[in-house]
């Protein structure tokens, strides 16, 4: 399996203000993803990190809300942009260690409050 | 709608009794996971079946896939209070990618 750590666990913001997540895994990996918990709510994807190139956006997520970077294979950030209490939710990022193997890994999350 | 239906919500259980959480989806199945979440923390990834009767297990945990019935179920023997907690499916639904798609999670009580 991938070891998977996430900076910073939680923080509170103020609306209007934007946060940058940063997921970094142990070993290189195929895929990363971002998806999001809102409060009581199951995950919803946000996008697929791709690296040395844009990410590919789920319906209703964009680009200018939700920046994402992936400079290589064992690091990628989520930048929340514009901060509103509606962002308030646990964010996730997730790998797939190789394509031969499909399991799935989660990091432990950031828990997000905009105030 | 949601394309992965979760049954039962929620779920209170004397310790040492057995339990059996569903899954089924309106979509074809391509890959289904199984995960279980701590209130408020990350996902820990219990299992993932691929084909159609396929059966694995992990500790007293033992996931079934039924492909023809787009189902999968989660049966814990004997629980325990370490058992409790929100377990989530997610599934890919498109013969491509890796992305999954959750159900609503099943909540897990188990009391003394």
């Known amino acids: 399996s991938a070891v998977i750590s996430q900076k910073p666990s939680r923080d509170i913001c103020q609306r209007g203000t934007s946060l940058t997540i940063q997921c970094q895994v142990d070993?290189?990996?195929?895929?990363m993803f971002w998806y999001r918990q809102q409060p009581g709510q199951s995950l919803t994807l946000i996008a697929t990190?791709?690296?040395?190139?844009?990410?590919?956006?789920e319906s209703g997520f964009v680009i200018d809300k939700f920046p994402i970077s992936r400079p290589n294979l064992t690091f990628s950030t989520l930048t929340v942009s514009n901060m509103s209490p509606e962002d308030s939710s646990i964010y996730l990022c997730?790998?797939?260690?190789?394509?031969?193997?499909?399991?799935?890994?989660f990091g432990p999350g950031t828990r997000l409050t905009v105030t | 709608s949601q394309e992965l239906e979760q049954s039962p919500q929620s779920l209170i259980v004397q310790e040492g009794k057995n339990l059996t959480i569903n899954c089924t989806s309106s979509?074809?199945?391509?890959?289904l996971y199984w995960y279980k979440q701590k209130y408020g923390e990350g996902l820990i990834f219990l299992m993932m079946?691929?084909?159609?009767?396929e059966e694995k297990s992990h500790e007293k945990i033992t996931a079934k896939l039924d492909e023809k019935k787009q189902q999968s179920s989660l049966h814990i023997t004997a629980s325990q209070p370490s058992h409790a907690g929100i377990y989530l499916c997610?599934?890919?639904?498109?013969?491509?990618?890796?992305?999954?798609?959750f159900g609503k999670g099943t909540s897990l009580l188990v009391t003394p």
């Open positions: 997730s790998v797939v260690p190789g394509l031969a193997r499909h399991e799935q890994y």
């Open positions: 070993s290189q990996v195929t895929m």
């Open positions: 990190a791709n690296q040395g190139s844009e990410a590919t956006y």
């Open positions: 979509k074809t199945l391509y890959g």
């Open positions: 079946l691929q084909k159609g009767g």
């Open positions: 997610g599934a890919i639904l498109g013969h491509s990618g890796y992305a999954l798609n």
